[in-house]
C-alpha cells in the first residue's frame, strides 16, 4: 500500500475504533471486523496497526479475545502524530534529479524545496491541530462538512 493511502486507512481505522467506543481493552476489534468498513485486506490493516502500536496510539492483544483498541482517549490523539506513526515522508516531494551542469536548474530546484518544506510544514502544523475526537465530531454531525482547523 502507497504510504498516501497508509494515512487515510489509519484515520479510518482509528475512526471506527473511537465511534464504536473500542477505547478499552474489554472491547477490542479485530483486523477482520475493520477490514469491512475500511474496504482493505486484514493482512495490510495488521500492518498500519503494528506501525500504530508501536507509536502507543493503539494496543493490541493476541488470541481469540485478542483485537485493537485505542491506547489512548480520541481527543489526545493528534493527527500528526497518526500520519508521523505510518508514513513521515514529506508531503511534498522535491527533485532530485536536477541538472547539475545548469545554474538555473540548481537554482529553481532550491526555491521549489523550499516551498516544498513550507507546505510540508503547513501540512504538519494542519494536522497537529487535529484530533481524533475533532473527525468523530464531525462524522457524528452530517451537515457539518469541513473541519475547523
Do not use: Y
Request: with cysteine.
Amino acid at each position: 500500500m502507497a504510504d498516501s493511502q497508509r494515512f487515510a486507512v489509519a484515520v479510518h481505522m482509528l475512526m471506527i475504533l473511537a465511534a464504536r467506543k473500542a477505547g478499552e481493552a474489554g472491547h477490542p476489534m479485530t483486523s477482520g471486523e475493520m477490514a469491512k468498513s475500511v474496504n482493505a485486506n486484514p493482512v495490510v490493516l495488521r500492518r498500519v496497526i503494528s506501525a500504530l502500536a508501536q507509536a502507543g496510539v493503539v494496543a493490541t492483544r493476541a488470541g481469540a479475545h485478542g483485537g485493537v483498541w485505542l491506547a489512548r482517549k480520541p481527543q489526545e490523539i493528534a493527527l500528526d502524530c497518526v500520519r508521523q506513526a505510518v508514513d513521515d515522508n514529506p508531503v511534498v516531494c522535491c527533485r532530485a534529479n536536477v541538472n547539475s551542469d545548469c545554474p538555473l536548474a540548481q537554482a529553481a530546484a532550491g526555491v521549489i524545496d523550499g516551498v516544498a518544506r513550507r507546505v510540508d510544514g503547513a501540512i504538519r502544523a494542519s494536522l497537529a491541530s487535529l484530533t481524533l475526537s475533532d473527525l468523530v465530531a464531525e462524522m457524528a454531525s452530517p451537515a457539518q462538512h469541513t473541519l475547523k482547523a
